[in-house]
Every structure is written in C-alpha cells, then in structure tokens.
C-alpha cells in the first residue's frame, strides 16, 4: 500500500519516499541504514512479498556483512553457478579450470575443444611483462610539442621520482614505473598532452596502484611544463600486458568428432571459413568475439577478477588497427592441422581486490594452483581460444543449436514449471523428441502429473 502525503504548500514539492501515490527513489540516508533496514525500504519501493523478502535474506557462500564492505547499498548477493572445464594441457601442466557463468553449454564447450586439443599437445601459451598504463591529461599549455620534449627530457628523474616515493609500494615487490611516453591529441577542444606511465605492477591487476602513481606525479608535470591536469586513470587498453595461447588440432581427431559425418579435411575447411567471416565481416565478428568472451569472463569473474576491465580491453584491442578484427585467428600447418592461436590485453591479478576477499575467488585460485597473474593471464588466454574453436567447429558442423540446445532443455523445463525430478524426466523427453520448448515442456508436465 502507497503512504499519501500532502505537499508541502511553500515548495509544492513532496519530501517523503512515496508521495501521491508516486514512487520516489531519493531515499535520505539509504547508505546509512542497516541492510535490513534498507531491504524494508525496497519491500515498500517494489511490494515484494514475504517469499522475496526471504529470498533476499538468503544468502550463500559470500556472507552478507562482507558483501556490505565489498559496495555500497547492499541488500542481498546473488550467485552465479560455479562449473569446472576439464581436460585442460597448458604448457605440459595439467589444469582443472573453475568457470562462474549462467549459459549452458559454455563449460562442456570449453572442455571439449580441450579433450580434442590434448592429443596434440594442447595448449602452449606465453605473455608479457605485467606493464599497465596510467594516462595523466595535460591541457592548456602553450605550446604542447615544447611540453612533450620537457617531460622525455626529465624523464628518468620523473621515473626516479615516482619510485621514491612509490605511493602504491610497488617498488617493494619488483614492479614499479619502467617507462615514460608522451602523445600529442588533437581533440576537439583543442591539443592536448597526454603521458603514459609504463607501470609494472607485477600480480596485481594495478588499477588502483597506477592511478595513485600518476595523481602523484601530477603537480610536479604541472610544474615542469605549464598547463592544467585534468584526468589521471589506468587505461584497460592493455597493449603491453597481453596473453598469448596456441594449440593444434589435429583432422583425424576433429574426423572423430563429427563421427565419420564429415573428414578432418572438410572439418578444417570449414573452420578456416568460418574465421574468414569473422575477420571480413563486424557483425559476424562481434558474434565470434563474444563467445570467445564466454569462456574469459567466466574464469575472470570465478577468480574475483574485473571482468568489465577485461571485455573493454578485448574489444578495444579488436579494432586497434581501425578495423574490427577477430581475437583469435586460424591456419593449416604442413600437415593440414588446424592451428588456432589468440593475442589480447590481459589486465588481472592475484592480489588485492576481490581476488583476496571474495571466499570462492580464493577456492577458485587454489583449484587452479596458478602462482602468478601471468600465469593466470595465459590459463585464461586459452580458455578463450578453447571456447572459440569449440563455437566455430560447431556453427561449420552440427549447428550450434543441437549441443546448446540439449544442455538448454532443462533450463526450458524450469520455464515450463517444472520442479525437482520433473525437471531432469520433462528435459530428457524434450530431447528425445527434439521438441525443446516452453510449450512441449508443458504439454509433458502434465501428463506426467496426471499419471
């Protein structure tokens, strides 16, 4: 039920949450309330009933006064399911790999490029030193191309500077600024100076130590060149921080996986034709790009590592050359093998963050047993080429409904009603009758309740 309040009839304006019958969300205070008190406030804002009240209060693995110091305006945590992709070969070492995503089929794709990748060898991978880069933006200098020559003139005091003072403490565990570059922008408010601080940030993802670093050494380029900084933030366009992982697979073990229906020739073929598409086409790339994604997220977000950094990273370095491109790429060798390779910014870490706070991000790095974010970066890398060759092989084959589909069908009897052993009976007729939907599903449900 709404509370009615009268207006107040100096301002004409209403100051409680709910006024006249309308909803208000400037709620005074929110932040400072318990989360019972807050989830009070959301019961009155949304009518939730007394089931969705408990099922807000129900909580899992993370605690709810953790989640509280974790953000702000908590009032409940949701889960993600927490899958593990097998057969996984990186390096000669062998990797059972938690992955924390909601879409079926995404795990069982992963594990299955995998099992087709471990004959051959599997993955090999390798990466780059952990260098991010802090962008500090000058504007209104004078006369940039003389402000770009002062700073590259007094660069190694800068950096000498920085690491003295070392704000972030990177310093202490081998990282640290390396380098120092300046661009001139032109923009349409005129040039700017942008300089790029090369940070080696070793097992943390770095955000937070690099924008501390180029706040601190704000004032002193004012100083040295004139002009007014304005903005001093990580970029996640990671270009000195990437992943590489590249694998074989071979055409008599990608003949097996069809089951005689095409050769390992065609299969080849078709795979090569099908990464043609992407790297011709953006709409088809996009696509292509985001089940690559699939794969790197899930790990990301299962390891408490920011996956928005990730995807921005990913995607901007897509086009970096000015045209969107596929992220990973494909070629025959000598012996008609297919070879799958994938190249992109890796910003993740194994220290700070969620990485050190989250309770199953902890459990996922030790199931892992990676020992460095490098380490980690290179798993993922081939996670991603793992779930992109597995889409591809599937679109140029079967389709990518059939499997999708099948591991789908019981996502759809949970749609159709379905609850507890109904789920898995109504899901595996569905499947017997390649009928997978919400309809079908009912139309199942029934007759199994009237039975």
């Not at 089929?105 to 299955?112: K, L, N, R």
């Not at 202490?172 to 600024?177: A, C, D, T």
């Not at 349409?188 to 924008?211: E, P, S």
């Not at 590592?305 to 370095?317: P, Q, V």
Request: aromatic share 4%; net charge negative.
């Amino acid at each position: 039920m709404f509370k009615i309040t009268l207006l107040n009839q100096s301002s004409k304006s209403c100051t409680n949450v709910i006024c006249m019958g309308e909803k208000r969300s400037d709620i005074s205070g929110f932040n400072k309330l318990s989360v019972d008190e807050r989830i009070e406030k959301i019961r009155e804002f949304a009518d939730l009933n007394e089931e969705e009240i408990n099922l807000l209060k129900k909580t899992g693995s993370l605690d709810i006064e953790s989640a509280d110091r974790m953000i702000e305006n908590v009032v409940s945590t949701t889960e993600l399911p927490f899958g593990i992709a097998t057969n996984f070969v990186i390096n000669g070492k062998d990797y059972v790999i938690p992955m924390c995503i909601e879409e079926p089929s995404v795990v069982a794709a992963a594990s299955y490029a995998a099992k087709l990748a471990r004959p051959s060898g599997g993955f090999t991978t390798d990466s780059d030193e952990p260098i991010m880069i802090g962008q500090i933006q000058m504007v209104g200098i004078e006369n940039v191309e003389k402000g770009k020559e002062a700073i590259l003139k007094e660069k190694d005091d800068i950096i000498k500077y920085a690491n003295d003072v070392d704000p972030a403490v990177l310093v202490k565990y081998g990282g640290g600024l390396r380098d120092i570059e300046v661009r001139i922008l032109e923009s349409q408010r005129g040039k700017m100076l942008i300089v790029h601080l090369l940070v080696d940030c070793r097992d943390a993802m770095g955000a937070n130590a690099v924008n501390t670093l180029a706040e601190a050494i704000g004032p002193r380029l004012e100083k040295l060149v004139g002009g007014k900084v304005r903005l001093r933030i990580i970029s996640n366009l990671a270009v000195h921080r990437k992943a590489r992982s590249r694998a074989v697979w071979s055409k008599e073990d990608l003949e097996k996986s069809t089951k005689g229906e095409m050769s390992g020739e065609e299969v080849v073929e078709a795979v090569l034709d099908a990464y043609a598409f992407a790297d011709a086409d953006p709409y088809r790339c996009t696509t292509n790009n985001k089940g690559m994604m699939n794969g790197i997220d899930a790990v990301v977000i299962a390891t408490g590592n920011d996956f928005r950094a990730i995807e921005s990273g990913a995607h901007s370095f897509a086009a970096i050359d000015g045209r969107y491109k596929p992220l990973a790429k494909y070629s025959k060798n000598e012996n008609g093998d297919l070879v799958g390779e994938i190249e992109l910014p890796m910003a993740i870490g194994l220290v700070g963050g969620t990485t050190r706070t989250h309770p199953i991000a902890k459990i996922a790095v030790k199931i892992l047993g990676v020992k460095s974010a490098n380490e980690l970066g290179e798993v993922i890398a081939s996670v991603g080429l793992a779930q992109n060759f597995a889409a591809l092989r599937a679109l140029a084959t079967e389709g990518i409904q059939k499997g999708h589909m099948r591991l789908h069908a019981k996502n759809i009897a949970v749609l159709a009603g379905a609850k507890g052993e109904q789920i898995d009976k109504v899901a595996a007729k569905m499947i017997e009758e390649k009928k997978i939907r919400v309809d079908r599903g009912k139309e199942i449900l029934e007759s199994l309740e009237s039975d």
